[in-house]
C-alpha cells in the first residue's frame, strides 16, 4: 500500500500536463478560429490576408507541436474545428488567387478536418458567385458554379460511418447550395441573353 502514493503523484503529474496541453490548445484553437474566420471575410472583400493565415499557420504548427504525445487531445472537437475553419481559409484564398488547391499534408491537418473544411467551402463560393451576378459578371459566376460542382463531385467519393467522419451532412447541406446556385445561375444567364439580344435590336 505504501506504493499508492507515488502512484498517485505519477498520475497527478501526467494529467496536470495534459491539462496544461489541453489549455494551450484551446487557446490556439480560438485563436485560429478566429484569424480563419477573418481571412474569410476579408477575402469575399478582396483583402490581403497573407497576416492573418501566416498567423493562423503558426497556430496550427503549435498545436501538433504541444499534442504530438496527447493524440486524443489532438482529435479532440475544438482542435478538429479549428483544422477546418483553416482548411476553408487556406483553400479559398488559393481558389481566389488561381493557385493549386492544397492537399491535407501541405495544411498539416487531419484526412477528416479537410473533407469538413472542404464542405464548408462550397457555401462561401456561393456567396462568391452570387456576388458576380449581381455585379452582372456572369461568365466568371458560372465559372464559379464550375468549381462548387467540382468541389461536390470530390466531396460525394467519401462513404464512412459519422463515427469516422462527420460527413453526411456537409454533403446533404452542400447539395442543397449547389441546387439552389445553379438554379440562380441559369435564371442570371437567361436575363443576360435577353438583355443582349435588346441591347442589339
Same mark, same amino acid.
Given at each position: ?24 490548445a ?8 478566429? *484569424? ?6 476579408? !477575402?469575399? &472583400?478582396?483583402?490581403? %490576408?497573407?497576416?492573418? =493565415?501566416?498567423e ?5 504548427? &503549435?498545436?501538433?507541436? =504541444? /499534442? ?22 487556406? =483553400?479559398?484564398?488559393? !481558389? ?13 491537418? /487531419?484526412?477528416?478536418?479537410?473533407? !469538413?473544411? !472542404?464542405?464548408? *467551402? ?15 459578371? %456572369? ?9 462548387m ?14 463515427? *469516422?467522419?462527420?460527413? &453526411? ?7 442543397? %447550395?449547389?441546387? &439552389? /446556385?445553379?438554379?440562380? %445561375?441559369? =435564371? ?14
Amino acid at each position: 500500500m505504501e506504493r499508492l502514493e507515488d502512484i498517485a503523484s505519477q498520475i497527478e503529474q501526467e494529467l496536470d500536463e495534459k491539462e496544461e496541453v489541453r489549455e494551450i490548445a484551446m487557446k490556439a484553437s480560438r485563436s485560429i478560429v478566429r *484569424l480563419c474566420g477573418g481571412a474569410v471575410r476579408d !477575402l469575399h &472583400k478582396g483583402k490581403n %490576408v497573407e497576416g492573418s =493565415i501566416t498567423e493562423a499557420n503558426e497556430e496550427i504548427q &503549435k498545436l501538433l507541436a =504541444i /499534442t504530438r504525445d496527447f493524440p486524443d487531445v489532438k482529435h479532440s472537437g475544438f482542435v478538429e474545428t479549428a483544422m477546418q475553419e483553416y482548411v476553408e481559409a487556406r =483553400i479559398f484564398q488559393s !481558389l481566389l488567387a488561381g493557385q493549386p488547391i492544397p492537399a491535407p499534408k501541405d495544411l498539416s491537418v /487531419t484526412p477528416e478536418s479537410y473533407l !469538413l473544411g !472542404l464542405g464548408d *467551402l462550397i457555401g462561401e463560393l456561393r456567396r462568391q458567385t452570387l456576388d458576380r451576378i449581381r455585379k452582372g459578371d %456572369v461568365d466568371n459566376a458560372s465559372g464559379q458554379l464550375e468549381t462548387m460542382e467540382l468541389l461536390f463531385e470530390f466531396l460525394m467519393r467519401f462513404h464512412y460511418p459519422s463515427s *469516422l467522419v462527420a460527413i &453526411k451532412r456537409k454533403q446533404d447541406v452542400a447539395r442543397g %447550395v449547389l441546387e &439552389k /446556385t445553379r438554379g440562380e %445561375v441559369a =435564371i442570371a444567364i437567361r436575363t443576360h441573353s435577353l438583355e443582349k439580344k435588346f441591347s442589339r435590336e
